[in-house]
């Protein structure tokens, strides 16, 4: 029984900034990896960062320097910070509970609802 709540997606205009927050309500949170994925029309799903539980972090090329991934254990809510934001960002993103293999590949498990997010003037 594992629930992913997404909020903060929304509107906004190219070079802004959007802070998504994901809200977990299975126990032992601290112990999984959380990231998040999106998907844009036409594009294969990207996983775009994820979020070890000793707090180690990772990010697909195409958000480094712009993007940052964060957790609140005690909260139990993984935030995806998104700054300097271009019209290729434009998609839906998923927050995913998952796990984290000796090689560093993150493995997906669970998943939210998705919430959009859409970079325009």
């Known amino acids: 029984q594992v629930q992913l709540v997404e909020s903060g997606g929304g509107l906004v205009q190219p070079g802004g900034s959007l802070r998504l927050s994901c809200a977990a309500s299975r126990t032992g949170f601290s112990i999984y990896s959380m990231g998040w994925y999106r998907q844009a029309p036409g594009k294969q799903r990207e996983l775009v960062a994820f979020i070890t539980g000793t707090f180690r972090t990772n990010y697909a090329d195409s958000v480094k320097g712009r993007f940052t991934i964060s957790r609140d254990n005690a909260e139990k809510t993984v935030y995806l910070q998104m700054n300097s934001l271009k019209p290729e960002d434009t998609a839906v993103y998923y927050c995913?509970?998952?796990?984290?293999?000796?090689?560093?590949?993150?493995?997906?498990?669970?998943w939210g609802q998705g919430t959009q997010v859409t970079v325009s003037s």
């Open positions: 995913n509970q998952g796990t984290t293999n000796s090689d560093n590949h993150y493995t997906p498990h669970y």
